[in-house]
């Protein structure tokens, strides 16, 4: 048989081994373990700094990095027959397609109309803002009455862009009232 | 046709008792077998895909309400899980090796170890949830945050970021389990010692497997518990 000449007994570590077989040696897999366990620390090490826009690249390369060293070594790609690799990549083309043709809308609204480029709800706790809290039903916020950007706060629109000024909400100078609310804040 | 026979004369392609009819060689069974679980990954990955793709589009809409659910997930509890299942693709890894080198019985232990760290990863994924369920951190209509999370009842948004949560390692952990049921057979053949240098397919393939689901959780894991860990800005 063909088969028979990739027959390699010194790597199969035993007389009944009847095919190819790369065993990987012991330290290159505990190497791989030390590299991932370094890699698990410094990202979580990396969240505790903020780094503004970068946070998001540097956490999904360190994990792409990891997931290439468990696919390598411990799923054997980087020994087999490079068909098995090419079966991953093609599929990972078709996530790539999947990912980049539909992040085209989320990604790129607040290009296309400014106005939801605006948080119109005060949707996490931010310093020196005073958020005042929903009611149960998402809906009003219970009509304290001191401005009317109370009321536009209540209003649940919750489509905006990301990194736009969330501080705009409650009483914000930076931001005009007509604007949160969409009509005249003092009629 | 007995295997001594086999081991002797060295042309074991038609007599190893593994070694299906329509194959031409232990080699090619093994090679096709490992094709065919690379395939199944694929749709793995297409399947988990469209979960990450909700969850980076709804992180694009809701930045805010993502940065800060995060820090409602334990990072201690999650980063040990991480820890756990590393470890454990470790001795997956190692029990392929062993079956690779014909050792049935470091092999067993290994399997057995894989088994072990795959149950501590679940019971933690089960004290987080459990903790998740008491201070009402739910998906969708269900999400109710009291108890010494009633301050988060206010961001109604916030159930967006746990419903992919759930999902996301939901859909995981129903890996976990299946995987943790394949390593458990295996576990069991091994101890017989039914694999050899010629045949331990079968641990090879589950091994790949479960290689994926620690990838998936190696991307889950700082999407979910390391969104931003700074000192609230």
């Known amino acids: ?131 005042q809290p929903l009611a149960a039903d998402g809906l009003t916020t219970g009509g304290h009455g001191e401005e009317d950007t109370h009321g536009a706060a209540g209003a649940m629109i919750d489509t905006h862009q990301p990194g736009a000024e969330p501080a705009a909400v409650g009483g914000d100078a930076s931001v005009p009232a007509e604007e949160l609310s969409g009509e005249p804040a003092h009629p | 046709m007995s295997s001594a026979a086999s081991a002797i004369d060295g042309h074991d392609h038609h007599h190893n008792p593994h070694l299906a009819h329509h194959f031409e060689s232990m080699e090619q069974q093994h090679n096709s077998a490992k094709l065919g679980m690379w395939i199944f990954l694929v749709t793995e990955i297409l399947l988990f895909s469209g979960l990450f793709l909700a969850y980076g589009a709804y992180r694009a809409f809701h930045p805010e309400v993502f940065n800060h659910a995060s820090r409602l997930l334990s990072l201690p509890l999650g980063g040990f899980n991480t820890i756990v299942l590393i470890g454990s693709s470790l001795t997956m890894a190692l029990a392929v090796r062993e079956a690779q080198l014909g050792r049935s019985r470091l092999q067993a232990l290994f399997l057995l170890s894989t088994l072990a760290l795959a149950g501590v990863f679940l019971v933690v994924k089960y004290f987080e949830y459990s903790h998740k369920f008491h201070v009402g951190l739910l998906p969708g209509r269900w999400f109710a945050p009291h108890g010494h999370e009633a301050h988060v009842a206010q961001w109604q948004n916030v159930r967006i970021f746990f419903g992919i949560y759930f999902l996301m390692t939901g859909l995981h952990g129903i890996h976990v389990l299946m995987g943790m049921a394949a390593i458990g057979w295996l576990w069991l053949r091994a101890r017989r010692g039914e694999f050899s240098a010629v045949y331990y397919t079968p641990v090879e393939v589950v091994g790949l497997y479960w290689h994926l689901v620690d990838i998936i959780w190696i991307f889950l894991f700082p999407m979910l518990y390391l969104i931003d860990r700074s000192p609230m800005h």
């Open chain 1, 1 to 131: 048989m063909a088969d028979q000449s990739l027959h390699q007994p010194g790597h199969a570590g035993g007389a009944h081994a009847a095919h190819h077989v790369h065993v990987i040696p012991l330290k290159v897999y505990i190497g791989v373990w030390l590299a991932l366990m370094f890699l698990t620390a410094l990202t979580v090490a990396v969240s505790f700094v903020h780094i503004g826009f970068l946070n998001v690249p540097i956490a999904l390369s360190i994990a792409m990095i990891k997931a290439t060293l468990v696919a390598l070594i411990f799923m054997h790609l980087y020994y087999d027959e490079k068909f098995n690799l090419i079966v991953l990549l093609s599929g990972l083309v078709f996530v790539a397609i999947f990912f980049a043709f539909t992040l085209i809308d989320p990604l790129t609204r607040g290009e296309v109309n400014a106005d939801e480029g605006y948080f119109l709800v005060p949707e996490m706790p931010r310093a020196g803002v005073d958020v």
